[in-house]
């Protein structure tokens, strides 16, 4: 049975920083491309950032390049999402995923199977 469980939300101001964690069992997440997806309340989950299994590749919307960095330990079979300089409209249900598929410069819902319960990101102006 595959679960993905995230933890390093909260609140911060703006200008802050937290660091997402997502901690896999059932799966590997070095055989598996790994994402972060986040939902704003009356908006679509939308696409963060993700990390190919080979580890050779990463992925990062527009609004988060350059804030924002996806990494992984294997060791430990867990996620992360480092997040510096947080902004009001970083606000969202942030959600772990893992897919079979990795596609070059997008990322999908759709193509995602497993999914975590989300941890909550709030920043405050």
């Known amino acids: 049975q595959v679960q993905l469980v995230e933890s390093g939300g909260g609140s911060v101001q703006s200008g802050g920083s937290l660091r997402l964690s997502c901690t896999a069992s059932g799966l590997s997440v070095d055989d598996y491309t790994m994402a972060w997806f986040r939902q704003a309340p009356g908006k679509e989950r939308e696409g963060v950032s993700s990390i190919k299994w080979s580890g050779s590749s990463t992925y990062y919307a527009d609004s988060v390049k350059g804030r924002f960095t996806i990494s992984r330990d294997n060791a430990k079979n867990t996620l992360y999402l480092q997040m510096n300089s947080l902004k009001p409209e970083d606000t969202a249900m942030y959600y772990c995923?893992?897919?079979?598929?990795?596609?070059?410069?997008?990322?999908?819902?759709?193509?995602?199977?497993?999914w975590g319960q989300g941890t909550q990101v709030t920043v405050s102006s």
């Open positions: 995923a893992a897919a079979s598929v990795w596609r070059y410069g997008t990322i999908s819902t759709a193509d995602f199977r497993y």
